[in-house]
């Protein structure tokens, strides 16, 4: 199983998270690119904290709203989309190669990772700008989306992400922010969340259900309060219960 975290998040002076601490937690790292957090400098440091410490380095794109961090969803017609991904791709792509690392899959940041689980229109996009930078690099995403969908079809590798540190709708989809529970912050809940995913595949949603998911990779989100100590309890749960962690890229 995979442990990955939204790392490289800060700007100039304003700092997003331990990146140092959770760098030495997890197998994958997304790396934000610049356009919703980030920064060259910042880029650059993660790149080289990945490259010294084995850990696979992922293009963590998003909307162009450093301001709102991401989490606004943005009409946006093909061809802006589409420019914008490369553009965030290939920036954290050259940052990667000049520290020996290398850009090893994609996966899309906040709104934008939701709304390509409906958005037919914009995950065409983002997928024939990966495409179109990389026609093997692989995908990570919610199961059931528009994005693994049309990746798939276009012939990337698809990955399956589930998160341990959101609260799950009945129909698989992430419980919207702006809704009272959608972030997790009891750590043995968390851990609990964790393990079952990686050993049963499955996740209980807010109203009880049971929703099934097949996880090449758990995320945790390096932003929120107490990440590194929910990090390290889940990495500590996970290979209590025989789970060997491994990048999946």
Known sequence: MDLNADLGESFGSWSMGDDAAMFQLVTSANVACGFHAGDPVTMLDSCRAAYELDVTVGAHVGYRDLAGFGRRSLDMSFD???GDVLYQLGALDGVAHAVGASVDYVKPHGALYNRLVHDAEQASAVVAAVNSYDPGLPIL??????????????????????????????????VPRSQEGAVLHDVDAIVERAVRLATKGEVVALDGSLVQVQPDSLCIHGDTPG????AAAVRAGLEAAGVELEAFA
């Open 141 to 174: 995403g919610l199961p059931g989306s528009e994005l693994l969908k049309q990746a798939k079809e276009a012939g990337h590798p698809v990955f399956i992400e589930a998160f341990v540190d959101r609260a799950y709708q009945a129909d698989g989809t992430l």
């Open 227 to 230: 990440a590194v100590g929910m």
């Open 80 to 82: 802006e989309l589409f």
